[in-house]
């Protein structure tokens, strides 16, 4: 098993920046890549950029050049550095990875972090 933990959330006003953390811990060794999704009020959930155990990184178009993902796998922590914030940006952010505990693949979730963006 693996839990998952976000921080940083919180209300900025647009143009501001936010950095939010994910905090890993279990079977941190078992991690492949890692995310984040964004779900906004009455929207499906989205991915927002992604990073592989290497990596590798793939970000949306919308957030394209404004926010960096990393990760620290001797923290086990993954970040998203979100500048130049926009009131479209305003949604639930959570972390995601996918890892191999056991045999199988499985996904694994925070339980979000909220992103109020002020015009």
């Known amino acids: 098993q693996v839990q998952l933990v976000e921080s940083g959330g919180g209300l900025v006003q647009a143009g501001g920046s936010l950095r939010l953390s994910c905090a890993a811990s279990?079977?941190?060794?078992?991690?492949?890549?890692m995310g984040w999704y964004r779900q906004a009020p009455g929207k499906q959930r989205e991915l927002v950029a992604i990073?592989?155990?290497?990596?590798?990184?793939n970000y949306a178009e919308s957030i394209k050049g404004r926010f960096t993902i990393s990760r620290d796998n001797a923290k086990n922590t993954m970040y998203l550095q979100m500048n130049s914030l926009k009131p479209s940006d305003t949604a639930v952010y959570y972390c995601?990875?996918?890892?191999?505990?056991?045999?199988?693949?499985?996904?694994?979730w925070g339980q979000g972090t909220s992103v109020t963006v002020s015009s």
């Open positions: 995601y990875c996918d890892a191999v505990p056991g045999l199988t693949l499985v996904d694994y």
């Open positions: 279990g079977s941190v060794f078992s991690i492949r890549a």
């Open positions: 990073i592989t155990s290497g990596g590798r990184t």
